[in-house]
């Protein structure tokens, strides 16, 4: 099977069905990440087809060296956030680590040392998916961004500062902040419905 790099090499070099390949690929895992950034899947269909546009438009230029994934989803989130920008939701500061020594100074286990509950790991029911869509939903940008790359789609802290052009120690710092509003958010909703 072809790497999604060979494939987009492929694609520039005139590949239809490459290019078709790394959307089949990429369908429900990149609409599912826009949907969750957005809140409104109808949007998310719009972005997703104006990243592989861009996609199409760059697949030339792509550094073969690079990964694609992490491009990919580099690109969907710069169109999330534009469009958010573009509607005016969620006013949004910095969150810049200020704590510890240096960017490492935040462990993963600091970030998740917390008194509140973490999100569920396993869904159980409808209500739990619209409890947790809905309290994602709430939350500002760049807290709902960090959580869906982390917790839905498992990249690295690393591969997330590159995505999102920001110091390590920021993506931390604003993992640990957007997991706790989660949880504050997520408690608040389910007390309200028992």
Same mark, same amino acid.
């Given at each position: 099977m072809l790497t999604d790099e060979q494939l987009l090499a492929d694609y520039g070099r005139s590949d239809q069905a490459a290019f078709a390949e790394l959307i089949r690929r990429y369908q429900q895992e990149l609409f599912a990440f826009l949907a969750r950034f957005v809140s409104d899947p109808n949007v998310a269909e719009d972005l997703f087809q104006e990243t592989f546009v861009q996609v199409h !438009?760059?697949?030339r230029s792509f550094d073969p060296q690079r990964r694609f994934r992490p491009w990919l989803f580099t690109i969907a989130a710069n169109k999330a956030r534009d469009y958010l920008r573009s509607h005016g939701r969620h006013v949004t500061q910095s969150l810049d680590n200020t704590a510890g020594s &240096?960017?490492?100074a935040t462990t993963f286990l600091d970030l998740l040392? +917390?008194?509140a509950p973490?999100?569920?790991t396993e869904l159980g029911s409808a209500e739990?998916?619209?409890a947790v869509q809905a309290v994602l939903a709430e939350l500002p940008a760049i807290?709902?961004?960090v959580l869906t790359m982390s917790f839905f789609h498992q990249f690295a802290y690393k591969e997330m500062a590159e995505m999102l052009h920001i110091?390590? &120690?920021t993506v931390k +710092? !604003?993992?640990h902040a957007a997991v706790a509003a989660f949880a504050k958010g997520y408690e608040k909703r389910t007390k309200a419905r028992n």
């Amino acid at each position: 099977m072809l790497t999604d790099e060979q494939l987009l090499a492929d694609y520039g070099r005139s590949d239809q069905a490459a290019f078709a390949e790394l959307i089949r690929r990429y369908q429900q895992e990149l609409f599912a990440f826009l949907a969750r950034f957005v809140s409104d899947p109808n949007v998310a269909e719009d972005l997703f087809q104006e990243t592989f546009v861009q996609v199409h !438009r760059n697949a030339r230029s792509f550094d073969p060296q690079r990964r694609f994934r992490p491009w990919l989803f580099t690109i969907a989130a710069n169109k999330a956030r534009d469009y958010l920008r573009s509607h005016g939701r969620h006013v949004t500061q910095s969150l810049d680590n200020t704590a510890g020594s &240096g960017e490492d100074a935040t462990t993963f286990l600091d970030l998740l040392a +917390s008194d509140a509950p973490t999100p569920p790991t396993e869904l159980g029911s409808a209500e739990d998916v619209a409890a947790v869509q809905a309290v994602l939903a709430e939350l500002p940008a760049i807290y709902r961004e960090v959580l869906t790359m982390s917790f839905f789609h498992q990249f690295a802290y690393k591969e997330m500062a590159e995505m999102l052009h920001i110091p390590l &120690g920021t993506v931390k +710092s !604003r993992l640990h902040a957007a997991v706790a509003a989660f949880a504050k958010g997520y408690e608040k909703r389910t007390k309200a419905r028992n």
